[in-house]
């Protein structure tokens, strides 16, 4: 039989929703009988390691709903990516704790820490029950209709291209907006819905499942700047090479390394700055402008989906009732039902764990630089309500008279 401690760790990147399912888990615990503590790890596996928590318990309900509306960790997360021997010494933690519920909420990296962690319970004969709750605004985790995270960053996303349609369409020249998304291109798709018109950007759409060729790239940009005046682009920071090779790094001089020693895509504005380069050059536009969206796609205040909310909170709360009522450990899965709804599955570990979901071919046209009519359908419903809408003065002219 499980102790009646339950500890909730947050990990990865933060989103606009994650405290949703923290305050999902915090509070459903504490509906149930035999739950004696409920405790919060500061920075994720770190802090388990650090045995550096907070007592949730001891939190007012009414706190908790006002830290579950604001965005980003509450708790704090961390870049840790544990191996067997990290995860040893968070099985140590737990145990020492008599911790018997062990929830982590976060994305591909988060799954697999659970999957280790959970089976050294197993070896050592410890009754330790262990959720994986999703999280990723990248919405690249297998298994899920959509992960927990993303809607909202996806609302961001198109309500930022809309503006830059909208900037970009009084003073025409052309436009490269950079999205996150190393090998999904599901948030820089988001752009697409922000059109309204059928001659609105994003014009294209560069997502990391197709090849990117420069050659093709500057192609589209000139022809679509002939024929509309402007161009409005949506990148993926992960756009790559046949070979693989991420496009930053072909164009940069100088590359940066992430803590796993994986390229430095976010926050550094080479790719916009890079591609506004060779367009500039190699095609004599004038006016070219970049930017890289970076951190603001995920936690930004104010531009939160409430489908996202809703269901963010629902993950952490049907985690505890899977842990309470089931037999198993596993990753909480969102599932589409009708035209739009939601029920949720508990997914063996392995069946998530360390895997990559990337954008459906039926989610992407012909030509690799647009979207679907299936894709926007997918979509739509996740955005949330009050999605802001753009209008357009009609055409009606004034005869001239001195240059008719």
């Not at 615990?29 to 390691?49: D, L, N, P």
């Not at 999205?179 to 999904?184: D, E, L, P, S, T």
């Not at 997502?207 to 679509?224: I, S, W």
């Not at 629902?314 to 037999?327: D, I, L, R, Y």
């Amino acid at each position: 039989m499980a102790s009646g401690k339950i500890l909730v760790a947050q990990g990865g990147g933060p989103t606009a929703v994650i405290n949703q399912s923290m305050v999902g888990v915090a509070l459903e615990a504490r509906r149930h009988r035999g739950i004696e503590h409920v405790y919060g790890a500061r920075h994720g596996v770190r802090g388990i390691i650090n045995e550096d928590f907070v007592h949730l318990t001891q939190e007012t309900s009414h706190n908790l709903e006002m830290v579950a509306s604001t965005p980003s960790s509450a708790l704090g997360s961390t870049r840790d990516k544990p191996d067997i021997k990290y995860c040893q010494e968070i099985f140590k933690v737990l145990q020492a704790h008599e911790i018997g519920h062990f929830f982590y909420i976060g994305g591909n990296d988060s799954s697999d820490t659970v999957r280790i962690v959970s089976a050294e319970a197993h070896k050592a004969g410890y009754p330790l029950r262990c959720i994986h709750i999703p999280k990723t605004i990248d919405n690249d985790l297998v298994g899920n209709d959509h992960t927990p995270g993303f809607p909202s960053a996806a609302r961001f996303v198109a309500q930022a291209f809309a503006g830059a349609n909208l900037d970009n369409a009084a003073l025409p020249g052309v436009y490269v907006g950079v999205v996150m998304g190393r090998h999904a291109g599901f948030l820089t798709a988001a752009s697409a819905l922000g059109k309204k018109f059928a001659d609105d950007g994003p014009h294209l759409i560069y997502m990391p499942e197709r090849t990117f060729v420069l050659e093709k790239f500057l192609a589209d940009v000139k022809a679509t700047y002939e024929r509309l005046g402007r161009c409005v682009i949506a990148v993926s920071e992960g756009i790559h090479d046949a070979s693989g090779a991420p496009i930053a790094t072909l164009l940069a001089k100088q590359v940066e390394h992430d803590d796993h020693g994986n390229v430095q895509l976010s926050g550094n504005g080479a790719l916009a700055d890079l591609l506004c380069e060779e367009i500039k050059s190699k095609l004599g536009i004038k006016r070219v402008r970049g930017d890289t969206f970076g951190y603001l796609q995920r936690s930004f205040i104010g531009c939160v989906s409430d489908v996202d909310q809703r269901e963010a909170r629902e993950v952490g709360e049907k985690a505890v009732q899977f842990a309470m009522w089931g037999q198993q450990s596993g990753s909480v899965a969102i599932k589409r039902t009708g035209f739009y709804s939601v029920d949720y599955e508990l997914l063996p570990l392995e069946a998530v764990a360390g895997k990559t979901r990337t954008m459906e071919d039926e989610f992407i046209t012909a030509s690799g630089t647009d979207v679907t009519d299936a894709f926007r359908m997918y979509l739509r419903p996740l955005l949330g309500s009050g999605m802001p809408d753009a209008f357009r003065l009609r055409t009606n002219p004034v005869a001239k008279v001195l240059r008719p």
